[in-house]
């Protein structure tokens, strides 16, 4: 039995930090979560998959119009069409939309209810599915420790929308303890909330697929969902990867160059290896410069014709691949006056009288 994990879709959510920028790949930012979306599908139906699991945050909120859920819905349908079921939750951006609550499924869609934790069986896939979907925005109640214990003779699923015990930069949702999930005997947790990939624990898996589609310079490197094999009663997890733009960071340093050319030379080479790892992806990059060495005085005499520079030779060099959201600049003198201001000794006395 092969089954999908993903969480934190967003659709439709507008990725951030790149809109006023002249240039900025806007198109395919604006479409950049529905594609990924339509990537995990194509996914689930060339596996083929027996079910898929959505563990919250599926929309972003209220839409502007019916459009978001519309194409959510004619997804759903070629899986229904592929016989794929989909066993979802929501979490606490889907609970605060009004429309996404009027939005009719289709009918291989189920939505775990907000009440309590609910036990769905499935007899023709021998998985008893285990969840509770938010009732509203800010959950702060331990919803893990009202779940069940496992179900004798089944795979036992558990679906849940949290921070665990704390997660930085995510908000503190249905908080609980690792030991309180091991506690039920399930034999895989399929969470959501937090959009890095995290492996919590492994025999039982614990698992944080990560976002499906990185929208900000704070979600870098691959994002997507977990494929899950079961065989034999063993379970085994392996990353795929949906997004079709990347989000990287790229630090420089340059004590060792000589010139503003060895600086740029390094700088294309590393955002082409970046580029090469992201298989043909369109990629966001924030360069970091930084570093104390004799370059630093070029940097600062002219700090905004590098970033430009660094900006246009990564379009140029990558044929538009690359767009450079950011140039951060923070390098030193060779010499540091600093320090050497606060040395009690000749040098030092020399350095305060200059």
């Not at 092969?2 to 790149?18: E, M, N, R, V, W």
Request: glycine residues 8%; negative net charge.
């Amino acid at each position: 039995m092969k089954f999908i994990h993903c969480a934190d879709l967003h659709l439709d959510s507008p990725l951030q930090g790149l809109t006023r920028y002249q240039g900025a790949p806007v198109d395919e930012m604006r479409e950049a979560t529905r594609r990924a979306f339509e990537q995990l599908i194509a996914l689930a139906l060339q596996e083929p998959v027996e079910f898929v699991v959505i563990a919250g945050d599926l929309f972003d909120g209220d839409w502007p119009d019916f459009n978001t859920g519309l194409f959510f819905v004619g997804q759903m349908v070629r899986l229904n069409e592929a016989g794929i079921k989909v066993f979802m939750v929501r979490g606490n951006h889907d609970a605060e939309s009004r429309i996404t609550r009027d939005l009719p499924l289709p009918s291989n869609v189920i939505v775990l209810p907000t009440t309590r934790p609910h036990t769905l069986i499935d007899e023709d896939l021998g998985v008893a599915v285990h969840g509770q979907s938010f009732s509203h925005g800010k959950v702060t109640d331990d919803l893990a420790f009202n779940y069940p214990r496992r179900c004798a003779g089944y795979f036992n699923l558990g679906i849940l929308h949290t921070s665990l015990t704390g997660r930085e930069g995510h908000a503190n949702y249905a908080p609980c303890k690792v030991d309180t999930l091991l506690s039920k005997g399930y034999d895989y947790w399929a969470l959501g909330h937090v959009h890095r990939r995290e492996i919590v624990h492994c025999d039982p898996w614990i698992v944080f697929p990560g976002n499906t589609q990185g929208r900000m310079i704070r979600e870098l490197g691959a994002k997507g969902c977990e494929l899950v094999t079961v065989s034999d009663s063993r379970v085994s997890t392996e990353h795929r990867s949906l997004d079709v733009m990347r989000w990287e960071s790229l630090a420089v340093d340059m004590a060792e160059l000589d010139n503003l050319d060895d600086v740029f030379e390094r700088v294309r080479r590393e955002l082409g290896q970046l580029l090469h790892n992201a298989e043909g992806r369109t990629m966001v990059a924030r360069v970091v410069v930084r570093g104390r060495g004799k370059v630093h005085a070029e940097i600062t005499a002219r700090p905004e014709t590098v970033r430009a520079q660094i900006q246009a030779l990564a379009l140029d060099e990558t044929n538009g691949q690359v767009w450079v959201e950011k140039v951060s600049l923070k390098t030193q003198a060779e010499i540091d006056l600093a320090s050497l201001n606060r040395r009690d000794d000749p040098i030092g006395e020399l350095v305060r009288l200059r």
